[in-house]
């Protein structure tokens, strides 16, 4: 068959050449449709009942992620000058297109009492720019009066305070939120140049804005960077532009099919989409390195230039195949994921690795049958006396030195086990930020005056209409938010009990005394005045209010909070072991707890008891009903779903490469001593996360699957060459080791020189995780190489008796490396004691 497809290439190159342009033009029309991604990435799969909720809860009171934080703290905003510039920029954000309302000290409202009209009407503190500095003093101390906005706008402790704008939901999620967050990065700059005081900028859309601008970036800066480094290799090992020249092209096409598919499919560039084309590029050399190696080994052994191309068509084709194929079946797995962006990202890596090795078997034999015969300074290479001198060492500490390689595989698998041990699974909503960033000093801002600002959400249902009115409900929930306002990791609750209070101060003159739940002497009357608030159907800002923590139906309430970025371990515990045991206490009425009082260990074994509880009161019909929702609990939950997912892809890719495995060499030994082989540097990997204190997170355990995937080809090389030897040495197990570790070491080498390369130019990525996966994957490829020149064989020699039926190989039966007849010569085989068969069984 090989044969065939070898003829059929270099006869009909003009075709072949027409139809591969054709395809190229086609994807690059769709290459210039792909769209960046501005949405939030969804890590949780939609049948999740709290994604579902969370979408029901964005539906009734709005996006919680849509807020542009704008902070400062600087004495100076409270002179006259100042302050009025900071209503000016107040001012002029409200007026950008895309924003919906601002929130900040100068634009601050109070409720006023209309006696006439029996409602609440809203008026603003500072109507006009104050003109003295008496008068803006005058109504800051009025201000601070209205308890409504304590700690929320204003920090009571230090003067911090902060502009809060809500951005339209369709703005968020479209390019015009870069346009509009440009905007407003144009205003604050005007208002620092004629102050002197720094902003610090935060929110969901600041974040993600920031990210997709860098992605974009990153794509361009690792693509080049990644074929910088591998053409310098190429260069380097073949002494050539040539041999530099004709594979970047070949690259370059995969890099338009890989972007073109995504316009196809109509998937958006995200921060792991848009790593495709550099991964691609670092795992699509190592193709161009065989066939080239080859050719000009086979070219050296008979001078003729088409006979050496038919072969390495028809002797590199299958092997390259079977590479390839595990190389993709590492990223396919990720296809299974219900999570969007890791079953596109897994979908197109998988078909374009394919790709990969049909245009590198079609358009490098076809180049190079158009260009001279290579010259004697270009076989240069194939001279590797340093090259054989390390795989005569390998092969000495194979075949003299096992227990030892043994006694130091033992050493390291208890080293890794305790580095994995210390492993945390931890990850932050801005995980892949710098974090010497800008984002990261002003998140750090929001959190040490604000307690942060990412969203978290708790839905109380009186599972009545109008229920939320109800004095007893409301004293409830008064009592939940005061135990809430005691933890310091989360900011002050927002909600309709804040409002409530702020009517009964307004109905008595705006006394700050009178800030607290209606009592039954006025609860009439206050609840009469909002009533015909309700009706209104002017859109005023106490029906905004209204609108935004209530339902319209008045039987659900929210309560809105802020909590810091403090990691994903410490986030899931402050919910399930803190607030989850705080609405049992309250609302469910079980066993009370002081968690002020008690140790983290204590906390998290008292919270969990309570928490067991919750389920049988939480249905009860007299009871409340209170969910938990929001943005940063979907992160919590999806990280976990992601990790936990992306450990069964690793199974998964295992156990579909070990079916591979078994359909190619048919035997249990063969895949037992792979799989075991290229398992052992993913365990070096994962200790040495635990040992350097790098978590395991998505970006991270992202990596064991690409890993293992890359890392198998070369046992597929050694593996298919040693049953080839088997055969050729009468099954002499010793003798086949020997002559399939020198004829495929140096290949191997080569290419995990190139992946090593390849990979590490990602640790010059912004983002932690591209910084992770680089690093990481290149240590666990460097490591596998160790492993399959040394422990491969070792494994080989002591275990595998030889003997094998050739009708059971006949996949692999034309396969042919890297053999060079010289070789036997450069070999120091004084180094090695071959044992006889029966010793080396031992």
């Known amino acids: 068959m090989w044969t065939k497809i070898a003829?059929?290439?270099?006869?009909?190159?003009?075709?072949?050449?027409?139809?591969?342009?054709?395809?190229?033009?086609?994807?690059?029309?769709?290459?210039?449709?792909?769209?960046?991604?501005?949405?939030?990435?969804?890590?949780?799969?939609?049948?999740?009942?709290?994604?579902?909720?969370?979408?029901?809860?964005?539906?009734?009171?709005g996006e919680d992620g849509n807020i542009v934080a704008i902070g400062l703290k600087d004495k100076n905003v409270y002179k006259l000058a100042n302050f009025n510039e900071l209503k000016?920029?107040?001012?002029?954000?409200?007026?950008?297109?895309?924003?919906?309302?601002?929130?900040?000290?100068?634009?601050?409202?109070?409720?006023?009492?209309?006696?006439?009209?029996?409602?609440?009407?809203?008026?603003?503190?500072?109507?006009?720019?104050?003109?003295?500095?008496?008068?803006?003093?005058?109504?800051?101390?009025f201000a601070k009066t209205l308890k409504f906005y304590e700690n929320q706008l204003v920090n009571a402790e230090n003067g911090a305070t902060l502009i809060l704008a809500s951005m339209k939901r369709d703005i968020l999620n479209s390019p015009d939120r870069d346009v509009l967050i440009k905007k407003i990065y144009k205003l604050t700059d005007k208002?620092?140049?004629?102050?002197?005081?720094?902003?610090?900028?935060?929110?969901?859309?600041?974040?993600?804005?920031?990210?997709?601008?860098?992605?974009?970036?990153?794509?361009?800066?690792?693509?080049?960077?990644?074929?910088?480094?591998?053409?310098?290799?190429?260069?380097?090992?073949?002494?050539?532009?040539?041999?530099?020249?004709?594979?970047?092209?070949?690259?370059?096409?995969?890099?338009?099919?890989?972007?073109?598919?995504?316009?196809?499919?109509?998937?958006?560039?995200?921060?792991?989409?848009?790593?495709?084309?550099?991964?691609?590029?670092?795992?699509?050399?190592?193709?161009?390195?065989?066939?080239?190696?080859?050719?000009?080994?086979?070219?050296?052994?008979?001078?003729?230039?088409?006979?050496?191309?038919?072969?390495?068509?028809?002797?590199?084709?299958?092997?390259?195949?079977?590479?390839?194929?595990?190389?993709?079946?590492?990223?396919?797995?990720?296809?299974?994921?219900?999570?969007?962006?890791?079953?596109?990202?897994?979908?197109?890596?998988?078909?374009?690795?394919?790709?990969?090795?049909?245009?590198?078997l079609i358009l490098l034999p076809i180049f190079f049958s158009f260009l001279p015969k290579p010259k004697p300074h270009?076989?240069?290479?194939?001279?590797?006396?340093?090259?054989?001198?390390?795989?005569?060492?390998?092969?000495n500490i194979v075949f003299n030195h096992r227990k030892k390689v043994y006694l130091v595989l033992v050493v390291i698998l208890v080293l890794s086990g305790f580095g994995i041990s210390k492993m945390k699974m931890v990850a932050f909503m801005v995980d892949d930020i710098p974090p010497e960033s800008r984002i990261k000093r002003d998140l750090a801002f929001f959190e040490q005056n604000f307690s942060g600002v990412m969203p978290l959400e708790i839905v109380i249902d009186t599972r009545r209409k109008k229920g939320v009115m109800s004095l007893r409900n409301l004293q409830k929930v008064d009592e939940f938010e005061k135990e809430l306002r005691k933890i310091t990791l989360l900011s002050p609750p927002v909600?309709?009990?804040?409002?409530?209070?702020?009517?009964?101060?307004?109905?008595?003159?705006?006394?700050?005394?009178?800030?607290?739940?209606?009592?039954?002497?006025?609860?009439?009357?206050?609840?009469?005045?909002?009533?015909?608030?309700?009706?209104?159907?002017?859109?005023?800002?106490t029906s905004k209010l209204l609108t935004a923590f209530v339902d319209?139906?008045?039987?659900?309430?929210?309560?809105?909070?802020?909590?810091?970025?403090?990691?994903?371990?410490?986030?899931?515990?402050?919910?399930?072991?803190?607030?989850?045991?705080?609405?049992?206490?309250?609302?469910?009425?079980?066993?009370?707890?002081?968690?002020?009082?008690?140790s983290d260990e204590e906390l998290m074994s008292e919270g969990a008891d309570i928490a067991q509880d919750v389920a049988r009161e939480f249905f009860n019909p007299r009871k409340l009903k209170v969910n938990i929702t929001g943005t940063t609990l979907l992160f919590i939950k999806g990280n976990k779903y992601l990790v936990n997912n992306l450990k069964n892809s690793l199974l998964l890719a295992i156990l579909l490469i070990s079916i591979l495995m078994a359909a190619l060499f048919g035997s249990f030994r063969m895949i037992l001593v792979s799989i075991i082989t290229n398992i052992i540097p993913l365990a070096i990997t994962a200790g040495l996360?635990?040992?350097?204190?790098?978590?395991?997170?998505?970006?991270?355990?992202?990596?064991?699957?690409?890993?293992?995937?890359?890392?198998?080809?070369?046992?597929?090389?050694?593996?298919?060459?040693?049953?080839?030897?088997?055969?050729?040495?009468k099954f002499n197990v010793p003798d086949a080791i020997l002559k399939s570790l020198r004829e495929t070491g140096t290949g191997m080498?080569?290419?995990?020189?190139?992946?090593?390369?390849?990979?590490?130019?990602?640790?010059?990525?912004?983002?932690?995780?591209?910084v992770s996966l680089g690093g990481l994957t290149s240590i666990t490829l460097m490591s596998a190489m160790f492993a399959n020149l040394i422990l491969l064989p070792s494994m080989l020699l002591s275990f595998d008796n030889g003997k094998y039926s050739k009708n059971k190989m006949q996949i692999i039966e034309e396969y042919d490396e890297f053999h060079l007849e010289q070789d036997d010569e450069e070999l120091d085989t004084d180094l090695i004691k071959v044992y006889k068969e029966d010793e080396a069984k031992d």
């Open 7 to 61: 003829h059929t290439i270099l006869k009909r190159r003009p075709v072949f050449l027409v139809i591969i342009a054709l395809i190229t033009a086609f994807m690059g029309y769709h290459a210039l449709k792909v769209q960046k991604s501005y949405e939030l990435a969804q890590l949780v799969p939609p049948s999740d009942a709290d994604f579902k909720y969370l979408k029901n809860f964005k539906a009734q009171y």
């Open 88 to 141: 000016k920029l107040a001012d002029e954000i409200k007026k950008l297109e895309g924003i919906t309302q601002v929130l900040s000290l100068p634009r601050m409202q109070y409720l006023v009492k209309d006696t006439e009209n029996r409602k609440f009407v809203g008026k603003p503190v500072f109507s006009e720019k104050p003109a003295t500095q008496q008068e803006l003093d005058s109504l800051l101390n």
């Open 191 to 360: 208002f620092t140049e004629n102050t002197q005081i720094d902003l610090h900028f935060a929110g969901v859309p600041v974040v993600r804005s920031m990210m997709m601008t860098k992605v974009g970036k990153e794509l361009t800066l690792l693509l080049v960077v990644s074929l910088g480094a591998t053409a310098l290799i190429l260069f380097l090992f073949f002494r050539s532009l040539k041999a530099v020249l004709f594979p970047i092209i070949i690259i370059a096409v995969v890099v338009v099919w890989t972007m073109g598919m995504l316009g196809l499919f109509q998937f958006e560039i995200t921060i792991l989409t848009g790593l495709l084309p550099p991964i691609l590029v670092v795992i699509g050399i190592p193709n161009a390195v065989y066939l080239l190696n080859k050719y000009h080994q086979e070219f050296r052994r008979h001078g003729s230039k088409i006979r050496a191309l038919s072969t390495i068509i028809r002797k590199i084709g299958v092997v390259t195949l079977m590479t390839n194929t595990t190389t993709a079946i590492g990223f396919f797995v990720f296809s299974f994921m219900e999570i969007t962006i890791l079953r596109e990202f897994g979908i197109v890596a998988s078909i374009n690795i394919m790709s990969t090795f049909v245009v590198s």
């Open 378 to 395: 270009e076989l240069t290479h194939l001279d590797r006396k340093h090259l054989n001198a390390t795989l005569t060492t390998f092969a």
């Open 495 to 541: 909600s309709m009990i804040n409002f409530i209070k702020a009517t009964r101060q307004a109905y008595y003159r705006n006394d700050s005394s009178f800030y607290s739940l209606p009592t039954r002497n006025d609860q009439g009357f206050i609840i009469q005045y909002l009533k015909t608030n309700q009706k209104d159907k002017k859109v005023t800002p």
């Open 552 to 598: 319209s139906t008045g039987q659900t309430m929210r309560i809105s909070l802020k909590v810091a970025d403090v990691g994903s371990i410490k986030m899931d515990s402050l919910v399930s072991q803190v607030v989850r045991p705080l609405v049992a206490k309250t609302f469910y009425e079980q066993k009370a707890i002081d968690y002020s009082k008690l």
């Open 689 to 729: 996360m635990g040992f350097l204190g790098v978590p395991l997170k998505p970006s991270t355990a992202l990596i064991f699957s690409i890993a293992f995937g890359i890392a198998v080809d070369d046992s597929i090389h050694y593996l298919a060459r040693y049953r080839q030897e088997l055969f050729l040495n």
């Open 749 to 770: 080498i080569y290419t995990s020189i190139i992946l090593f390369f390849g990979f590490i130019v990602f640790v010059s990525s912004e983002f932690q995780g591209t």
